[in-house]
């Protein structure tokens, strides 16, 4: 996983919480990297899911939430990292239409190493269904970067999202319905 999603989230840590926690978590995580990320690097993904797990141990948290709280927080920063990918988007929709063929095909681009997930679109008048497909299970990531985005284009959208059994390597189904 690259470097910049975990110095994301210790910034994260730091922010909400203190230098101490970010500290903490790498003692009580015992992280193979030592937890000294920079963001060009590339690391375990399960190191950021044992990142989490011992901030909910720390906090009382359930990680699931925390993740999905950093999913939030990380496309904030993705929109002041990565601005022109947000250029001439008017609204959620027609950004996340494009999370597959433009956005993350862009980011491939720019990172050959990056895993990224796989998200099979469906549009509708006013909706859109984005089926999450992926080997680490980070639905809830998908789920906050979602919300991040709907804060970001400050939209009153509701997200449905299902669990999925029958569809080998998806995990999840977000559908996107506009409110207003
Ligand atoms: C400007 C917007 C975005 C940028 C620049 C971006 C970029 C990235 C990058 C660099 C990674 C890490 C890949 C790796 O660690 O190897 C990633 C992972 C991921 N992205 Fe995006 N992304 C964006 C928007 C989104 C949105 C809106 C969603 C949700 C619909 C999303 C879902 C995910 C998920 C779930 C992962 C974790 C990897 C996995 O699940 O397998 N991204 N993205």
Redesign the pocket.
């Known amino acids: 996983?690259?470097g910049?999603?975990f110095t994301e989230f210790m910034e994260m840590v730091e922010a909400t919480w203190s230098q101490d926690m970010v500290d903490t978590l790498i003692a009580r995580s015992q992280v193979p990297s030592g937890g000294a990320y920079t963001s060009v690097g590339?690391y375990p993904?399960e190191e950021i899911i044992a990142l989490v797990a011992a901030l909910s141990q720390e906090t009382g948290v359930a990680a699931p939430s925390l993740i999905r709280t950093f999913?939030r927080h990380?496309?904030s920063r993705?929109?002041l990292?990565?601005p022109r990918?947000?250029q001439g988007m008017t609204c959620t929709l027609q950004?996340?239409a494009g999370?597959e063929n433009v956005?993350?095909a862009?980011?491939r681009k720019?990172?050959p190493?990056?895993?990224?997930?796989t998200?099979e679109v469906e549009q509708a008048p006013g909706s859109l269904t984005?089926t999450?497909f992926?080997?680490?299970p980070?639905?809830d990531?998908?789920h906050g970067?979602?919300e991040?985005?709907i804060a970001h284009f400050g939209e009153n959208i509701e997200v449905l999202r299902e669990a999925i059994a029958d569809l080998p390597g998806a995990q999840a189904r977000?559908t996107l319905t506009r409110k207003d």
């Open positions: 996983m690259k910049m999603i590339t993904h999913g990380l496309f993705f929109a990292g990565y990918f947000l950004f996340l999370i956005i993350h862009e980011v720019l990172y190493d990056a895993e990224l997930p998200f984005l999450y992926s080997d680490h980070f639905a990531l998908a970067l979602i991040g985005c977000f």
